[in-house]
């Protein structure tokens, strides 16, 4: 009876633990078991050359929610973002450059290559804001789910009214950036490349596709919906590395009673009398009332449930589950900062994330590369330093750089194993065109293919939004109709993770709004029979 709780979660990622936070703060007894043994999911900082430290997985903050953040104040618990002093930087070829931050530097950035763009600039981010202040009100909120009850209805009400209450140019907005691709959003604004790019880059971050994929827009709007240390859409770097946050939201939950067990794969969801009743994780049974998956939704269906224990509709969609974000992640350490060609002296341009991605073309380029030969030979590239804002990751004058690369397919002709360090030397060979003498700075480097995000962190098929952000996977489809409520067709059976509504990101909306699912249930099976919950 020791292992007995009121809900155990799968998985110590940061939306499993927002999850088992907000429950425990409600007075419920939570467990959460983690097959590695450290806590974090996608959202650790680990040694991976000696004396340097990074974020191996999910590198950046500005997505993690604002509510989240102060509900378990985390503050207190150790976190502490700083912003970047740039938010992005292009580098090109030749003496051409581009910056993107606050203060009015990207409208300055902007002009200093076109007039035109940048008197467009104000209507082009008046377009974008009206669709985010949209999708912001959906971020902590269930989407109204197919088939559900009065309370979809009234969600789905609430939804058509607040659109239609939007201007008519807005609603256009709304419908251009929830179908179209961003390709064809930025040209009706923009005409300079690297203006182009600098938005553009948002919409292919963790897809696989070209700018000119239709719905490669929202991917943009996903990744502008967030802040950093209370700046709204500001991008920023937790000190420590990303395993700061989760290390904080840790601290957090064990102050509220949370046990939390690591070295603890789950191999299967317990089943009784149609209803999740526990798992067993690392050859220990855990019974619970309630199973909160923060998990990769494939991984949960396919592997670890048991047969029959779904409708096979069901099952059938999400062995379907599309899921490959096409990303090679790369850590390097370094014995000094890396000099581009565009702007070779120290500044504070290396704080930002260095996009390697000149132009919409050179994107769609990268895509058709990794669709016709399995990876890009000019691949996208976002490089962030974090050691020069953070002098806690490197030795005293090295540094350390998070490569975040694309395109590159999970079925890799030959396999990842045999080209894992081909295509490493070859995504620091084409940084070294942008930089030269970066390849002879690198002293050290963990090179992660699709492959190795798998194996590693349970990111199937490498993808690290647990699963294609599209419109089919989306709002009240994912991670399908009629199950978007956090509930998944098993009694007792909640998703917590990214493949729940909102998506991917270290946004902590996932685990929050299924904690708000179960809590409603237990009041509700309170009311009707006091066993199921107490």
């Known amino acids: 009876m020791n292992n007995q709780s009121d809900v155990v979660i799968i998985g110590a990622g940061h939306n499993g633990l927002v999850c088992a936070y907000y429950l425990a703060r409600a007075g419920m007894k939570v467990t959460v078991v983690e097959a590695r043994d450290v806590v974090g999911g996608a959202a650790v900082t680990e040694e991976f050359a000696p004396g340097f430290r990074n974020s191996t997985a999910s590198y950046t903050v ?119 691709p961003a390709a064809e959003v930025l040209e009706r604004y923009f005409s300079t490349e690297l203006v182009q790019a600098l938005f553009g880059f948002d919409g292919v971050v963790g897809n696989f596709g070209s700018p000119w994929t239709p719905g490669s827009a929202y991917v943009l709007l996903h990744h502008v919906f967030g802040e950093a240390a209370g700046v709204p859409g500001a991008w920023g770097h937790a000190i420590g590395g990303m395993g700061a946050i989760t290390q904080a939201m840790a601290k957090a939950c064990r102050a509220r009673g949370v046990e939390i067990v690591t070295g603890a794969p789950v191999s299967e969801v317990i089943v009784e009398k149609g209803r999740a009743a526990g798992v067993v994780a690392g050859g220990t049974t855990y019974r619970a009332r309630a199973v909160a998956a923060g998990v990769h939704p494939k991984l949960l269906f396919t592997q670890l449930l048991p047969d029959g224990a779904v409708p096979e509709d069901a099952a059938t969609r999400m062995a379907h589950w599309k899921s490959e974000s096409a990303t090679f992640r790369m850590n390097v350490a370094l014995s000094e900062l890396p000099r581009f060609t565009s702007l070779p002296e120290p500044g504070d341009h290396l704080t930002a994330g260095i996009i390697v991605a000149p132009s919409l073309q050179y994107m769609d380029r990268a895509y058709i590369d990794a669709r016709q030969h399995g990876w890009s030979a000019e691949p996208i590239v976002e490089m962030l330093i974090p050691s020069t804002l953070d002098n806690s990751l490197a030795p005293e004058g090295r540094h350390v750089a998070s490569l975040f690369c694309q395109h590159f397919r999970y079925d890799l002709p030959g396999g990842w194993d045999a080209h894992r360090d081909k295509v490493a030397d070859a995504i620091i060979a084409h940084v070294d065109r942008y930089a030269p003498g970066f ?86 099976f309170l009311w009707r029979n006091k066993r199921n919950f107490r």
């Open 62 to 180: 500005s997505l993690l929610q604002p509510q989240v953040i102060e509900d378990m104040d985390l503050e207190r618990h150790g976190l502490h973002v700083v912003l970047r002093k740039v938010d992005n930087f292009l580098p090109t070829l030749g003496g051409d450059y581009l910056l993107g931050g606050r203060g009015g530097l990207t409208k300055r950035e902007i002009a200093r290559h076109s007039p035109a763009d940048a008197a467009n600039y104000d209507a082009y981010i008046a377009a974008l804001d009206s669709v985010v202040a949209v999708l912001r009100q959906w971020l902590l909120r269930a989407p109204p789910n197919a088939g559900g009850g009065l309370g979809d209805l009234i969600a789905l009400a609430s939804l058509g009214r607040g659109v239609g209450r939007l201007p008519l140019e807005e609603q256009r907005h709304l419908v251009d950036f929830f179908t179209k």
């Open 439 to 524: 390849a002879a700075s690198v002293v050290g480097r963990l090179a992660l293919s699709p492959l190795d995000l798998e194996r590693r962190f349970g990111l199937i098929g490498g993808d690290i939004f647990h699963g294609r952000m599209s419109l089919d996977q989306l709002f009240s489809a994912r991670p399908m109709l009629g199950h978007a409520d956090y509930r998944m067709p098993l009694n007792g059976l909640y998703l917590c993770g990214s493949g729940a509504h909102p998506g991917g990101g270290v946004t902590g909306a996932p685990g929050h709004n299924a904690a708000r699912a179960i809590l409603a249930d237990r009041r509700s």
